[in-house]
C-alpha cells in the first residue's frame, strides 16, 4: 500500500502565475494593436539583442509546454503530421503547429486569450536543435515575416575562444537585420543593460535551484517546471528579478524551519531530461507518495547562463549559449551530472528517455551505465514523451519505479 501523499505548495506560485499572466496579455495587447513590434525566440536563443531593441519577445516552447500539461498536446500532434511533420519529430513543434492550424491555444482558459501574437520577426539558435529551426521556418512563411538564426556548434567538450568568437560574430550580424524590423537602431548602452538583467535573473533562478540542496529540499523538479517561466520568457527584464526575489525569500525561510517540499524526504533523485508535460502532477505523487523527493534536474538548471557579462555582451553571451549542457559532448555532460549528484546529495537518478527529442534524451548512449559505475549512484530510465502521451506507459512507469525505489532502500 502506498503512503499518504504530502506535497507543501508553494505559495509564491501565485504571484509567478500573476507575471505569466501580464506577460501574455502584454503580448496579445501588442499584436492587436501593433502598438510593439514582436519577436519569436527560441528558449535559449539570444532574447537578450531582440529585448534591446525593444521587442516584446514570445517563447514558442513556454507555449507548447503549456499544450503538454493542459494534455491539449497529444491529439493536436496529428494535425502537424498531416502537412509533413513526422511524429517522430520534437512533439512541442508538432503539437504547437498542430494548435496553431486548429486555431486553439491554452491561453484561452486561463487569460482569454484567442491566438498566439503574431511574429514580426523569428529568431532562432541551433544549440539545441535543429527542430527549432524548421519549427521557425514554418510560422516565418505564415507570419510572412523575415526568420533570422544563431548556427551554433554541437557536441562541444570544452568550449574555447574559437567557439565562442564564431557565435559572438554570427550574434552581431544579427543587428543589422533587426534593426531594419525594429526601425530603430541598436543601442549598445540598452544592450549591456538588458544582459546585465538577464545575468541577475539567472543568479537569482540559480539560488531559486540550489536551495534544493537543503535536506529536506524546500521544492521539488515538478515545481522548478512550473516555477521557471520568468527564467524563460522574463531575462532581461526587471519584473523577472522580482517576482523571483519573492520565491526565493520562501524557499529561504523553509530551509531555516527545515520545512520539506515532501513530507518525511527519504530519498533525493535527480531528473535527467525533459519533463512529462501531461504527467508532472501524477509524477509528483508517485515520488512523493514513496517519500522520494526528485529535487534537482539539468532541465531546470538549462536557464542558468553565468558568464553574461554587461561589459562585454555579445562574446558573453556567446560564451553563456555554448556552455549549456544540451550543447556539449557526452564526457561534458557526465562531469557535469557529476557535480551535481555531489552538490545535491542524490541517491538516484531518473532518465527520461523522450521518444520525440534525442537532443534532451542522454539514456541511449551508455551516460547512465558509465556515471552509475563511476560514481555508484543508481539510475532508472522512463520511456516517455514531453508532450505526446501515446509514448508512454503509465503502469509500466509506476511499476519501474516502485522497483527503482526498493532498490534504493535496500541500498541504504
Ligand atoms: S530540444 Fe527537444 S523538445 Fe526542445 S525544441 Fe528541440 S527537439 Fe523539441
Sequence with gaps: MTEKVVRKKIAAARDIGQFMADYYLELDQASKTGEHKIAWCTSVGPAEILRAMGFLVYFPETHSAMLGSTRMATDLIRHANALGYSPEICSYLTADIGAYVQGVTPLTKPFGIERVPRADVLMYNTNQCRDVQDWFAWYAREFDAPLLGVHTHRGVGEVTDDHVLSIARQMEELVEPLEQVAGRPFDMDEFKEVVALSRACSDIWKEVLDTAAAAPSPVTFFDGTTLMGPAVVGRGTQEALDVFEVLLAELKERVENHEGAVAGERFRIYWEGMPVWGRLRAHSELFASR??????????????????????????????????????????????????????????????????????????????????????????????DLNDLRCLSDEQTQTNVEAFMEQLEENR
Design 291 to 384: 517519500g522520494a523527493c526528485v529535487l534537482a534536474s539539468t532541465y531546470c538548471n538549462s536557464w542558468i547562463f553565468s558568464a553574461l557579462d554587461p561589459a562585454d555582451p555579445f562574446t558573453s553571451m556567446a560564451r553563456a549559449y555554448t556552455e549549456l549542457f544540451i550543447v556539449r559532448s557526452d564526457e561534458a555532460k557526465e562531469a557535469y551530472i557529476e557535480r551535481m549528484l555531489d552538490f545535491f546529495q542524490i541517491d538516484g537518478i531518473i532518465y527520461h528517455n523522450a521518444r520525440t527529442c534525442p537532443n534532451n534524451s542522454n539514456s541511449r548512449y551508455g551516460m547512465p551505465q558509465r556515471l552509475t559505475e563511476k560514481t555508484g549512484v543508481p539510475s532508472l530510465i522512463i520511456d516517455g
